[in-house]
């Protein structure tokens, strides 16, 4: 996928996220209103959709099928993902290719869960074999371990304390207060941030993702199309994908994201100082750090710098929904989250959180822990048109 595709993302739309839902609210529920909300936001009719992708962790024994008939759509095209945080830029991915092949003009992808403490974990618990036999009888804590440990060796690595790491938690906050989608809005403070329960140490509360029920979707067409519907829209420079790259082992913070990043820029036709937006799977801190540093967002790899003068309290902008760690996330829904809030971004619909004269963006997934960390790698780089 080179420079210049002619695939648009015309409409974004989100399900309410909630942190306890009723009983009768199930995840098809979240993720048609999610499907809704893009339609009205592209001006685009369901009977118009001739494409529809979807991924999910509690959609079964449904599957993409079954909600496009629930939904009342008659496609030529459908998939359903299964990777988790990279599951959004994946799925977008595939979209483009089939605009651009021909095989569909209007494509919805949408993502969701119901997830309720009960049902994250015995999804945490069954997420692939490795899971169930090997980790889940440990105490664990599902991934909270896992990822505590990259913390401690990327701190080493880069001689960062937890004031440091308070940077991106609090950065992220600071926009969320801005945006009314978000299950954290209220102002974090540093000794806030630092007085946090330790859930996995040295990861606390506020390092770790609220979990919750919701549903994310976009509307992708031709770019003929989306000159049609008129008004802005956000299109898709570049895309590139890695997968497994270590097989589970390396250290989890030199990543497949390093050997995509000359690839992406490349073909994007820009360079990593040219973005003005990042919007990066936030599972946890250290994963934004190592994503913003294999990608070559981080001058001189000089990460402590980097946190105090770049992001700092509502700085530089990078997810400025509040990404998971302040609106939440909603199992699959979160490998969509920041394609979701890119294109309100590019399309000039982010409300009192706009960044002003936004051209550039990137947005990255991240997922699938096979045993000690992601195996899932991939970016995009998006820009406005109109």
Known sequence: MSSGSEARIVGAGEATYERHPAVERRTETFIAESVVAA?????????????????????????????????????????EDTNGGASGVNMLQHAVRAIEAGDAETIVLAAGDRMEKREFHLMTDRYNRVARDYLAPLPLN???????????????????????WACVPISQ???????PGAVYRSPMTFEEYLDSVPIAPPLTRY????????????????????????GPSAGVRAIRSLYNP???????????????????????????EDVEAAFIYDDYPVMVLVQLGDLGLIPEMDVKRYLHQTLGEEGWPM??????????QAGAAGGL??????????????????????ELALATGYGMVLYTHGASHNAAVLERHG
């Open 39 to 79: 339609l009205a936001d592209a001006g685009v009719d369901h009977g118009e959709v001739d494409g529809f992708g979807v991924a999910s962790f509690s959609l079964a024994p449904d599957h993409a099928v079954d909600l496009a008939w629930k939904l009342g759509l008659t496609v030529n095209w459908l998939m």
């Open 319 to 328: 997810n400025t929904s509040g990404g998971q760690l302040s609106a939440g």
């Open 173 to 179: 906050r600071a926009w969320a207060t801005k945006n």
């Open 207 to 230: 390092d770790c993702v609220p979990i919750v029920s919701g549903g994310d979707a976009i509307v992708v067409t031709s770019a003929e199309r989306a000159e049609r519907l008129g």
């Open 142 to 164: 599902g991934p909270n371990a896992l990822f505590a440990f990259l913390t401690e060796r990327y701190s080493r690595a880069h001689g960062l304390e937890r004031e440091d």
């Open 246 to 272: 270590d097989q589970q082992d390396g250290d989890g913070i030199n990543t497949g994201f390093a050997a995509i990043r000359d690839d992406l820029w490349a073909a994007a036709g820009v360079r990593p």
């Open 337 to 358: 989250h920041g394609i979701v809030e890119a294109t309100r971004q590019l399309r000039g619909e982010a409300g009192e959180r706009q960044v002003d004269g936004l």
